[in-house]
């Protein structure tokens, strides 16, 4: 499985934009870049996914670098119930079984101040 | 329920006691998931079924863990002979095609004493 790599944790004030970085330097061109967060005592929660073209949605936005080793999910106003770890996922969209699965990471845990 | 269903949300069993997790995802979902969320770690792949068929199961930790789906829609995760190691939340996600996103359930918290 193709590695993302996300820092530990950041912070953030109510009200303010976050920008979330995720670095996969070994994508591929099957790979798909998925997003997910955690709030405490809950499963995940999907957020956004994307391929190559910037995606938006209700809950985010999803920027993906020209050359796809990169990208950042961005809250446009970040609110308290924001907080939670944010997972970056790469999946294969290729056709192999395996890429069914999501593989989680440590992810960046996202403390919001109000 | 618009959600992936979990029961029980709390189980606590004594080592070497027999447990059964129980999974009801969205109406409809082909694709079903399992997953072990140790303490402090990110969700760990145990086992994927589409419709009725288990396809992975690679990630199930020993012989001592099964999966089942056997009408294509509920899903039991069954762990025999439960060990002290085995304490973890197991998270059941479904999906209608295997590449859209993932709706996960809260998840059952496992207690081995």
């Known amino acids: 499985d193709a590695k993302t790599t996300q820092p530990n944790s950041m912070e953030s004030n109510e009200e303010e934009p976050v920008h979330l970085p995720c670095n996969h330097s070994?994508?591929?061109?099957?790979?798909?870049i998925h997003w997910y967060r955690q709030l405490p005592s809950q499963g995940p929660e999907y957020v956004i996914h994307?391929?190559?073209s910037n995606v938006n949605n209700r809950m985010a936005s999803l920027a993906i670098a020209e050359d796809r080793k990169s990208s950042t999910l961005i809250l446009h106003r970040a609110t308290l119930r924001d907080a939670a770890v944010y997972y970056c996922?790469?999946?294969?969209?290729?056709?192999?079984?395996?890429?069914?699965?999501?593989?989680f990471g440590e992810g960046t845990q996202l403390t919001v101040n109000p | 329920g618009a959600g992936v269903s979990q029961s029980p949300r709390y189980k606590v069993a004594k080592r070497g006691q027999d447990v059964a997790l129980r999974c009801d995802p969205i109406?409809?979902?082909?694709?079903l998931f399992w997953y072990q969320q140790a303490l402090g770690q990110g969700p760990e792949f145990l086992t994927y079924?589409?419709?009725?068929?288990?396809?992975?199961k690679s990630g199930l930790p020993s012989d001592r863990f099964f999966a089942e789906r056997p009408e294509g829609s509920v899903s039991t995760l069954k762990i025999q002979r439960t060990q002290q190691e085995d304490s973890a939340v197991y998270l059941c996600?479904?999906?209608?095609?295997?590449?859209?996103?993932?709706?996960f359930g809260s998840g059952t918290r496992l207690t081995v004493v």
């Open positions: 070994t994508i591929s061109g099957t790979d798909y």
């Open positions: 079924f589409q419709n009725e068929a288990q396809l992975d």
């Open positions: 996600a479904s999906s209608f095609i295997r590449t859209d996103g993932y709706t």
């Open positions: 994307g391929l190559t």
């Open positions: 109406s409809g979902h082909v694709s």
């Open positions: 996922i790469l999946r294969d969209a290729g056709g192999k079984t395996s890429g069914s699965r999501l593989t």
